[in-house]
């Protein structure tokens, strides 16, 4: 594993090329077996510490609602045709998705700017901020 890490470092075997040899056969061979068994080990170690630490969880927890939270404006600004991308042709998706991405981008640079001129506006009129509130909002 040590020289096939070394290899894909140094640029003399493509990950491509890799992967491609090791589905090949039906059965793995040992260097496949032997990532296999890595990644269960990378498994479980984050599963056990997913498990044991409290604010990990919470952060994660963070992250995901920050994402669904960018689904659901996604969701809103993109309201034509209840939401779906209608072409039928991969460029005008992409096409589509790119104004999408533009408009959300636009959004949350105006929410940005604005929530730090109420901060601003706040600090100003000598209004204490609570630190876990503003720690939230970033």
């Known amino acids: 594993m040590l020289r096939v890490a070394g290899s894909l470092k140094l640029g003399t075997v493509r990950a491509s090329e890799l992967i491609r040899s090791l589905l090949k056969s039906e059965r793995p061979s040992s260097l496949a077996q032997a990532i296999i068994d890595a990644g269960r080990i990378n498994k479980t ?9 409290e604010d990990y969880r919470r952060k994660i927890l963070t992250q995901l609602n920050r994402g669904e939270g960018r689904h659901s404006v ?12 209608r072409k039928s042709y991969r460029e005008g998706q992409e096409d589509q998705l790119d104004a999408l991405g533009l408009v959300m981008n636009a959004v949350v640079l105006w ?5 730090e001129e109420a901060l ?3 600090r100003s009129k000598s209004v204490e901020i609570d630190a876990n509130f503003e720690e939230r909002l970033l």
């Open 111 to 115: 929410n940005t700017i604005y929530t």
């Open 120 to 122: 601003n506006h706040l």
């Open 45 to 53: 170690l984050y599963l056990l510490n997913y498990i044991d630490d």
């Open 74 to 85: 996604a969701r809103a600004i993109c309201y034509g045709r209840r939401g779906e991308i």
